[in-house]
């Protein structure tokens, strides 16, 4: 996998770049064009490695730093076994990395390991961490960042944030999460509409619970008046039956807006049938 001496270099060629090795960030302008110069004065001391699918996996800066130069880059195959390994091992060996950004590096080629349909190797999380020369505990409160605070992994690997204050980021957001899951468990089963609701962005999770109160405060309310409605008419009927209510009643005296006739009676002696076949549902439930 070694380019051709006699095939020219253009600037506006591109090379894919390996994911464990994109893990890792370039240097800056001024670095680069540092780098450039001695190429350009010294030539390319070291090839680029690259993977049988011509992936670059040590010499990013270097064959930016060609183009930049317009030097033709030089490359070199890698012969052994395991890709991603040894561009983790390399990179991290050619970088002053604190133990939090190795961390956060060794998590991250894990992550990208796992997606890379092109890996033949599985890499366990002690081994990455052996290789990045890091403490599992440690890899194990990155893959936390990775996953609960995934916005700070770049600011970790890159040195602007440090792993002790992202991990602590990353436990409240998870402590979050799992609270707004047990939320959104406890909403379906009350609720399973607000909840699918929630699930499709229509409503927030806190949006919903107000409803879902406003809900509950409402039925309480239309109990309430239900029941107060029952205890004030039916009652009463109760103790009216066998008497001469409706031989003494006088429409000078009736409710405004509250008639009495033989069609009202009737539906009012419906009414009672259905609420008495309503109440021994009630009772048999």
Same mark, same amino acid.
């Given at each position: 996998?070694?380019r051709?001496? %006699?095939?020219?270099?253009?600037q506006?060629? /591109?090379?894919e770049?390996?994911?464990?090795?994109?893990? +890792?960030?370039?240097?800056?302008?001024?670095?680069?064009?540092?780098?450039?110069?001695?190429i350009?004065?010294? &030539?390319q001391?070291h090839?680029?490695v690259?993977? =049988?699918?011509?992936?670059i996996?040590?010499?990013r800066?270097?064959?930016?730093?060609?183009?930049i130069a317009?030097?033709?880059p030089q490359? $070199? $195959?890698f012969?052994?076994?395991?890709?991603a #390994?040894y !561009?983790?091992?390399v990179?991290i060996?050619?970088?002053s990395? /604190?133990?939090?950004?190795?961390a956060?590096?060794?998590?991250?080629a894990?992550?990208?390991?796992?997606d890379?349909p092109?890996?033949? #190797?599985?890499?366990?999380?002690?081994?990455?961490?052996?290789? $990045?020369g890091?403490s599992?505990?440690?890899?194990?409160?990155?893959?936390?960042v990775?996953?609960? $605070?995934?916005?700070l992994v770049?600011?970790?690997?890159? &040195?602007?944030?440090?792993?002790?204050e *992202?991990y602590?980021v990353?436990r409240?957001?998870? *402590?979050?999460?799992d609270?707004?899951?047990?939320?959104?468990?406890?909403l379906?089963a009350?609720?399973?509409?607000?909840?699918?609701?929630?699930v =499709?962005?229509?409503?927030?999770?806190? &949006?919903?619970?107000?409803?879902?109160?406003?809900?509950a405060?409402e039925?309480?309310?239309?109990?309430k008046? !239900?029941t107060?409605?029952l205890?004030?008419?039916?009652?009463?009927?109760?103790?009216?039956?066998g #008497?001469? #209510?409706v031989?003494?009643? %006088?429409?000078? +005296?009736?409710? /405004?807006?509250?008639?009495? /006739?033989?069609?009202?009676?009737d539906q *009012?002696?419906?009414a009672?049938?259905?609420?008495?076949?309503?109440?021994?549902?009630?009772?048999?439930?």
């Open positions: 996998m070694t051709a001496p %006699d095939k020219p270099f253009h506006e060629e /591109t090379i770049v390996h994911p464990t090795a994109a893990i +890792f960030p370039m240097l800056d302008d001024d670095e680069l064009q540092a780098l450039a110069d001695d350009k004065d010294l &030539g001391l090839p680029i690259v993977d =049988e699918h011509n992936r996996l040590d010499g800066n270097r064959f930016k730093a060609c183009e317009g030097v033709e490359f $070199a $195959a012969q052994g076994s395991d890709p #390994t !561009a983790l091992s990179n060996r050619r970088r990395l /604190t133990k939090g950004q190795a956060m590096v060794a998590a991250k894990v992550s990208v390991s796992e890379d092109r890996s033949k #190797t599985e890499r366990s999380v002690r081994s990455i961490s052996e290789t $990045a890091v599992i505990g440690r890899v194990g409160q990155a893959n936390t990775l996953r609960h $605070a995934p916005d770049d600011a970790v690997i890159a &040195g602007a944030t440090g792993l002790d *992202a602590k990353a409240e957001n998870k *402590a979050y999460a609270s707004a899951e047990a939320q959104l468990a406890r379906r009350e609720d399973p509409q607000l909840a699918d609701r929630v =499709e962005g229509e409503l927030t999770l806190p &949006g919903a619970w107000a409803e879902r109160k406003e809900r405060e039925e309480v309310r239309q109990r008046v !239900a107060q409605f205890c004030e008419v039916v009652p009463p009927l109760a103790q009216a039956r #008497t001469d #209510t031989r003494l009643y %006088d429409p000078q +005296f009736m409710l /405004t807006g509250r008639p009495i /006739t033989a069609e009202v009676i *009012a002696i419906e009672l049938a259905e609420m008495a076949q309503a109440w021994r549902e009630r009772e048999e439930a």
